[in-house]
């Protein structure tokens, strides 16, 4: 078995915050010092830096640099206040801001800029490490010798502090030789498909397929595909799952040609104060998203635009949620609070 690493990643820090501009990808890598919460808040909405895990990363990051500039303790709540805002789907925000306020409320203020730094490079470490064990978790579920797999927007290092979800389950896959090819959706409006998850791929040699959205049903009912692997920005209690917008009717077609369908995610993602899929907030983007490719305008003037970030994908069509902590299948909201318990 190779080594379970990446080339790729969407951070850095070394006492400062450099972020990698995926705005840019895969034209120009160009790292960006964040050096304000307020700075981080217009990165995270403008989607320089996106992903559930890695924006709660760079959250913490930002309020650990806010508590060198001033360590007050009501300064510091307002700054976290508006990060845990900047995108309303992904629980991994608020819950690393919390996480940090919560460092801040318990050190004294002399302390607090060290501690918080140390909380988010704690933060960053575990991260990580959950990528490594979901890796090997998936893997190790999918049976086979060689498998094609499907997968949907971008879930990889670029959106993680390690090698991915969904993705990392398929450079675990590559890494042991049982990968035959990577298709990956082109996620439209932004692309993060086309843009991010394939120049990961081709940064890590991993044989890659990019497809068009809408041909996602011809490929699955070609028989190509042995399992769909995706991964999530927030988990209610009952086991639905909000992802990029076209998670769901993946879910529907992988149901329809027997396909496994995946959902990779850390506990960080999950959100057992939220009881269904009905009850989690999906953010509305801006229509020129739709509106524009590269900045020209594909429609005609005054078309009405529809353009949620997110869809949710019931239990009874996952087949299976991979945490750190174990497998959750079949996906029932007993079996959630067993593992994650």
């Avoid at 801040?104 to 470490?125: D, G, I, M, N, S």
Wanted: charge should be neutral; proline fraction near 6%; glycine fraction near 8%.
């Amino acid at each position: 078995m190779g080594a379970l690493t990446t080339r790729v990643a969407a951070l850095r820090w070394d006492g400062k915050l450099f972020v990698l501009d995926q705005r840019l990808l895969p034209w120009e890598e160009r790292w960006v010092e964040v050096s304000s919460a307020e700075q981080a808040v217009e990165l995270i909405r403008g989607l320089a830096v996106r992903g559930a895990p890695v924006i709660g990363l760079v959250a913490a990051y930002a309020l650990a640099l806010e508590a060198h500039k001033n360590p007050d303790l009501s300064y510091l709540e307002a700054q976290g206040q508006a990060l845990a805002q900047a995108r309303p789907t992904a629980v991994n925000l608020p819950h690393a801001v919390s996480l940090l306020l919560q460092v801040a409320r318990e050190t004294p203020e002399p302390e607090r800029a060290k501690a918080l730094a140390a909380a988010a490079e704690a933060l960053h470490r575990a991260d990580a490490e959950a990528c490594l064990r979901m890796a090997q978790l998936g893997a190790a579920f999918l049976s086979g010798p060689s498998l094609s797999v499907l997968t949907h927007c971008n879930a990889g290092a670029l959106a993680t502090g390690g090698v991915g979800t969904a993705l990392g389950v398929v450079r675990a896959l590559h890494a042991s030789g049982r990968l035959h090819r990577l298709y990956a959706c082109e996620a439209r409006p932004v692309l993060q498909g086309a843009r991010l998850t394939a120049w990961e791929a081709v940064q890590d040699g991993l044989p890659v397929t990019l497809l068009a959205d809408g041909a996602a049903g011809s490929l699955l009912a070609s028989g190509a595909v042995h399992a769909v692997v995706v991964g999530a920005d927030r988990i209610a209690a009952d086991g639905s799952v909000a992802n990029k917008v076209g998670t769901y009717p993946l879910a529907v077609l992988a149901q329809r040609h027997r396909v496994p369908f995946l959902v990779v995610a850390p506990t960080t993602t999950f959100d057992l104060a939220c009881p269904s899929g009905a009850a989690i907030p999906i953010e509305s983007r801006p229509a020129a998203e739709v509106r524009e490719c590269a900045g020209r305008a594909v429609t005609a003037e005054g078309v009405g635009v529809f353009n949620p970030a997110f869809d949710v994908t019931p239990p009874e069509l996952v087949t299976a949620i991979v945490c750190e902590r174990g497998v959750i299948a079949p996906v029932t909201g007993e079996n959630l609070q067993r593992v994650l318990a």
